[in-house]
Each structure stands twice: as C-alpha cells, then as structure tokens.
C-alpha cells in the first residue's frame, strides 16, 4: 500500500524527528504540509521534500493558536485539494526542577505540546468528518509521559495529557472512520544529544557510522529514520483498524503500550478506613505498588562517557 493521493500535515517539521516524518510521508506518495517557527529550515524542508521527488509546501508559524491550526489546514485544502493525515510533532523544552520552574516555563510547553495538539487535531477533524473520507490523526508521545522524568513537570504533563486525549478521540471519531493513535519515539534528537548516556550513540549517527547494537537493541533507541515508517503505516490504509493506542519505536524496537489498569482490586465491608489502610497496606497493597521514571541497564564499558 502506498499513500498516493493522500495529503498530511506535519508540526515541527523543519527538521529532526519532524523532517524525517515528512520525507517518508512524502516517499510514500503524500503532499506534506510543512510547519516549524524557523522560516529558514522549513524552506529547507521543503527543499529537501521536492528534491526527492515529493510535494511539499510550508507554513511558518507557531503551534497553539488556532489561527495556525486554521492556516495549516486551509493551506493543505488550497495546496492539494483535502486532508487525510495529521502528525502533531511540534515541541519546546523548558526543563528544570519543580521548585525551579516558573509560570513562563510550564505554559510555554503546554501551549505548544497539549494546546497546539488539541488545537490542530480540532481543526483537522472539523474538516475531515465532513469530507467523509476519514482520516489518520498520529500524536507524538514521550516515555516521559508514560512514566515521568526528573526535571520535566511541564513536558511529561503534556505529553501524558496528549495520550488522555487520543484515547477519547478514538471513542469519538471511530464512527467517522478517523483513527486516532500516539507514538513515543525513542530517537537521536536534538535532547537526547545531551545526555552522557546516549552519547555514543549520538556520536555514531553523526559520524554516519552503524548506531552499537546495545542502543538499537537493547534500549530500543535509533535514528528519526526508524521512527517514520511507524508513522507512513498509521497514516496509511493498512492500519484503518488500529487506533486508540500508544505506540513505542526506536532502533529494533516497537512497544504497544497499556493502558491503565487497576494492579490489585481489593475489598473491605464499612470501606478503607485510616486504621484498616495502616494495618492492611504492608502484606495486602505494597508489593503490587508502581515503579516511576525510566531504568535503563548499566552502559558496556565501551560506551561509557569519558570522565575527566
């Protein structure tokens, strides 16, 4: 199957994780609507998009406003005539510590992450429902919205908000024939890059050398190239019955995640009284309490970072 005649639109595309989105969804046969805040890279973007031999135009302007969500969409409507796929990529950072972050950090990166999701998603469907045609809305994830990260209160909010929110676009929209599903890649990026734990990874992709089969392997962790075909697939008709999930890739890997579910379900006559709960808690509830955060294995020594 390919996606001819499909047309997508991809935040955040100027370049990294985004631009490799585009090009496979172009590769494969879609006009691409281009967007990133830089004028500069989403022209590259482009560029690189019609030199392949795909279509591609570009809307600069910052996800979160809907004013952009209506741009985006009338420039995909105007440009190639419909729209059938949405990737909401587009992302800031503003990490530091809970005690350290201040308004301006937690809005800046919901606006973008949470708001300019739901916005451009909002946007999308009130063209696609009509048109009839359905449609494929891929929402871009992170392991920091599914099990938190130190320094990322305001990120790990929006993106477990993202995931809260395509499960009930997948309950609203599925009778319209429009999917709705959530990828965490796990990525050399422009983060990643800054963390001494992947940096002979990084440094491999950059040498345009093979990335260790430890990283590619074992932690699931690659290039944007291997990120995109999970995105070309969701957007494609081969997967017009997945929707409703959360996906993870990176390297060798792919992940279906779960859902939330009760770990243990217990009972008591008169309810969970404070007493009971102390007397209880130790044998009944404490084995079966949840792990946070990300674990990684000890790096082989190999690819350990240099220390000075």
Known sequence: MSLDGKVAIVTGSGRG???AYARELARRGAAVVVNDVDEQAAADAVATVQAAGGRAVAVVAPVGPTETAKELVRTAVE???RLDILVTNAGVLRDTMLWKMTDDDFDTVIEVHLRGTFTTVREAVRHMRPAGAGGRIICVGSPTGQRGNIGQTNYAAAKAGIVGMVRTWALELARAG?????????AATAMTATVPYFAAAVRAEADGEPMPAFFRHDLGFGTADDVAGLIAFLGSDAAASVTGQVIGVGGD??????HPEAALTAHREGGWTYDALVEAW???????????????PELPAEFAPATS
């Open 17 to 19: 994780l985004g631009l």
């Open 79 to 81: 440009h190639f005539g």
């Open 178 to 186: 429009i999917t709705a599903n959530t990828v965490v890649p796990v």
């Open 253 to 258: 890997r792919l992940q279906v995640w779960t």
């Open 282 to 296: 130790p044998t009944t509830f404490a084995g079966v309490t949840q792990s946070v955060g990300e674990h990684f």
